[in-house]
T-cell receptor
Framework: DTGVSQDPRHKITKRGQNVTFRCDPISEHNRLYWYRQTLGQGPEFLTYFQNEAQLEKSRLLSNRFSAERPKGSFSTLEIQRTEQGDSAMYLC????????????????FGAGSRLTVL | KNEVEQSPQNLTAQEGEFITINCSYSVGISALHWLQQHPGGGIVSLFMLSSGKKKHGRLIATINIQEKHSSLHITASHPRDSAVYICAVRRGGADGLTFGKGTHLIIQP
C-alpha cells in the first residue's frame, strides 16, 4: 500500500455538470476525511467517515455535495450542478483510530483532485 | 478573526538559518497538527501534538496549551525545506481539522 490515492488528479468541467472524485485510503485506516482548499487558503474541512458511517459534515457541504464510503474502504465525493465557486483542490486524508476515546493517529493526505469549473 | 492564526504569512531566509513559525488558536483543542505542503498540493503530516514538544530530525514542534500557542522550528534550514507550513487544530469534541492559512517559507541557497 503506497498511501492515499485520489482520482482524477485534475478535472475540468463546465458549469452545471456533475463531477465525482474517488479516494482510496490506506487499507488499515478506518477514518477518511474530505477537505477543500482554494487558492492561497488553508484547507477547509468538509466531512469525515469512520468505516462506512459519515460522522460529521461541515456546513460548507451544501446539498449539491454528497460523499459516500459504502464498504468502509474507498470513498466518493460527488458535486452536482457544479458552480464556478466549486473550483478548488479536493483533498482526501485517512487515519487510524484504535478505540473509542482514543485520538486519531497522524493523518496521511492524498495528492488531491484539482477541479476547475468553467 | 480566524480560529487559527499563523505568523508570519511569508518568510524568506538564507540556508542554515534557524526558522520559527508560529500558530495561535482561539478554541479548545484536543490536538494540533503541523503539515507541510509542497507546490502541486501534496500535504505531508509533520507532527501531531497535544502537549509539550516533539522532535523529528531538524524539525521541532512545541505547544503551550495554556497560552493556546504552538511553534514549529527548523534548524539548519535547507532550500528543500521551502514549502507552505500549515497549522491545523482538532477542536475538542469534533474531529475535522480547522486549518490556518499557512506560512510560505523560502530558503535561499
Amino acid at each position: 500500500d503506497t498511501g492515499v490515492s485520489q482520482d482524477p488528479r485534475h478535472k475540468i468541467t463546465k458549469r452545471g455538470q456533475n463531477v465525482t472524485f474517488r479516494c482510496d485510503p490506506i487499507s488499515e485506516h478506518n477514518r477518511l476525511y474530505w477537505y477543500r482548499q482554494t487558492l492561497g487558503q488553508g484547507p477547509e474541512f468538509l466531512t469525515y467517515f469512520q468505516n462506512e458511517a459519515q460522522l460529521e459534515k461541515s456546513r460548507l457541504l451544501s446539498n449539491r455535495f454528497s460523499a459516500e464510503r459504502p464498504k468502509g474502504s474507498f470513498s466518493t465525493l460527488e458535486i452536482q450542478r457544479t458552480e464556478q465557486g466549486d473550483s478548488a483542490m479536493y483533498l482526501c486524508a485517512s487515519s487510524l483510530r484504535l478505540f473509542v476515546g482514543a485520538g486519531a493517529n497522524v493523518l496521511t493526505f492524498g495528492a488531491g483532485s484539482r477541479l476547475t469549473v468553467l | 478573526k480566524n480560529e487559527v492564526e499563523q505568523s508570519p504569512q511569508n518568510l524568506t531566509a538564507q540556508e542554515g538559518e534557524f526558522i520559527t513559525i508560529n500558530c495561535s488558536y482561539s478554541v479548545g483543542i484536543s490536538a494540533l497538527h503541523w503539515l507541510q505542503q509542497h507546490p502541486g498540493g501534496g500535504i505531508v503530516s509533520l507532527f501531531m501534538l497535544s502537549s509539550g514538544k516533539k522532535k523529528h530530525g531538524r524539525l521541532i514542534a512545541t505547544i503551550n496549551i495554556q497560552e493556546k500557542h504552538s511553534s514549529l522550528h527548523i534548524t539548519a534550514s535547507h532550500p528543500r525545506d521551502s514549502a507552505v507550513y500549515i497549522c491545523a487544530v482538532r477542536r475538542g469534541g469534533a474531529d475535522g481539522l480547522t486549518f490556518g492559512k499557512g506560512t510560505h517559507l523560502i530558503i535561499q541557497p
